[in-house]
């Protein structure tokens, strides 16, 4: 029987109590056990504690989270944040180089919201800190004084760009998505396929170009509720099965070399 996938899930630098600790969602972790089917472990922010290489040896594939951090802008030679931006130095040590080495190493990749903004940064690109303050784009931000239910439901249309990803595994040219965001992409990466934008032209989601692996950044939430939204489980069921391809050549390779 094949085993379930590993995949690695990231951790934000958060206090709890007196005490520092490394925390994830539970709708990550459970969105990768219920509709990815695989193993979730979550990965700490270690910063240079770890070599990149040493946990993709471990790893199947990596979701890249969301955080109500941002990533700190001298990753993207932006402009000093606004005074109380909440940052997490050690996740953005632990997750950028992370990026880099799974996308080389063709390890499936699943970035969202901040995660999506990590793959963009890690692989050059840069960000918008205050969409809302552009002047080109709508408020992409939740309205926070409403319950999690209104924070996270469907809030605008995004066009799938033709021949990417997102068409390949199923989706629709046009569906709708949730919008929990206050900073977006600027300029998108070298090497970044952008796969779906809003109706204000802010890009939505990437994918890598030419990659060895499934790498896919979203800027919306598709592990909220991923069970009842089609589009949503259709992502997470995309890189499980990435993941486990990814496994069963793992494992073959392990045998090949035990013989």
């Not at 990550?28 to 040493?54: D, N």
């Not at 997750?95 to 050059?124: D, H, K």
């Not at 989601?205 to 589009?231: I, R």
């Not at 489980?233 to 045998?255: H, V």
Request: aromatic share 6%; charged share 15%; net charge negative.
């Amino acid at each position: 029987m094949a085993r379930l996938p590993t995949i690695g899930v990231t951790a934000c630098i958060k206090p709890v109590g007196l005490h520092a600790s490394h925390t994830c969602g539970d709708k990550y972790v459970r969105a990768v056990a219920v509709a990815a089917a695989g193993l979730p472990m979550i990965i700490p922010s270690l910063g240079e504690l770890f070599k990149p290489t040493q946990i993709l040896d471990g790893l199947d594939g990596i979701l890249f989270t969301g955080s109500p951090s941002n990533v700190e802008p001298r990753h993207y030679a932006g402009a000093d944040s606004t005074p109380g931006t909440l940052h997490d130095p050690e996740r953005d040590a632990t997750t950028l180089p992370l990026i880099r080495a799974a996308v080389a190493a063709g390890v499936p990749v699943l970035g969202i919201c901040r995660g999506f903004q990590e793959l963009n940064v890690a692989l050059g690109g840069s960000l918008h800190q205050k969409v809302h303050e552009t002047g080109t784009f709508m408020d992409h931000r939740e309205p926070k004084d409403q319950p999690v239910e209104a924070q996270y439901a469907l809030r605008h249309a995004v066009a799938v760009q033709p021949g990417g990803v997102l068409q390949a595994i199923g989706l629709p040219a046009q569906l709708q998505v949730n919008s929990i965001h206050a900073q977006g992409i600027d300029r998108v990466a070298p090497g970044l396929r952008i796969e779906a934008v809003a109706p204000d032209g802010l890009v939505e989601a990437v994918s890598v170009e030419g990659g060895g692996g499934f790498a896919l950044g979203l800027q919306w939430h598709p592990e909220w509720q991923v069970l009842d939204n089609p589009h949503y489980l259709a992502i997470f069921q995309a890189f499980g099965q990435a993941c486990r391809q990814r496994a069963t050549q793992r494992d073959a390779a392990a045998s090949r070399t035990a013989i």
